[in-house]
């Protein structure tokens, strides 16, 4: 049983950097899509982040391109998020999901359309709060 545990949210003034850590339980996570979305109150979970494990290529929603980098730490089962010159438009619950073997490497690269939850293992979620 696959379990996924973030933490390191919390709450930064605009302008400021948190790092998210994403460490998985149960089994190791050698191939595959490991991604960050996030949610807001009221709106769709968003993919912001992806990265293929074992390919090591990482790939970003538009909207944190160049603020946020994606790394692993293989020995740790960990995949980290480090965001940079975060927004107040950054404020939402972000959760780490790892890719089920539907999810190829086309999924894990794509942003945009509706998130097929089934498709994915969860986390429960970290809050990132970012005041102006």
């Known amino acids: 049983q696959l379990e996924l545990v973030e933490s390191g949210g919390g709450s930064v003034q605009a302008g400021g950097s948190l790092r998210l850590s994403c460490t998985s339980y149960?089994?190791?996570?050698?191939?595959?899509?490991l991604a960050w979305f996030r949610q807001t109150p009221g709106k769709e979970r968003e993919k912001v982040a992806g990265?293929?494990?074992?390919?090591?290529?990482?790939y970003y929603a538009d909207s944190v391109k160049a603020r946020f980098t994606l790394s692993e730490d293989a020995r740790k089962n960990t995949v980290y998020l480090q965001m940079a010159s975060l927004k107040p438009e950054d404020t939402a619950t972000y959760y780490c999901?790892?890719?089920?073997?539907?999810?190829?490497?086309?999924?894990?690269?794509?942003?945009?359309?509706?998130?097929?939850?089934?498709?994915?293992?969860w986390g429960q979620g970290t809050q990132v709060t970012v005041s102006p």
């Open positions: 149960g089994r190791t996570i050698s191939s595959g899509c």
């Open positions: 999901a790892a890719g089920k073997s539907i999810v190829g490497i086309t999924t894990c690269s794509r942003f945009a359309g509706d998130v097929a939850y089934s498709h994915w293992y």
């Open positions: 990265i293929y494990i074992g390919r090591g290529s990482t």
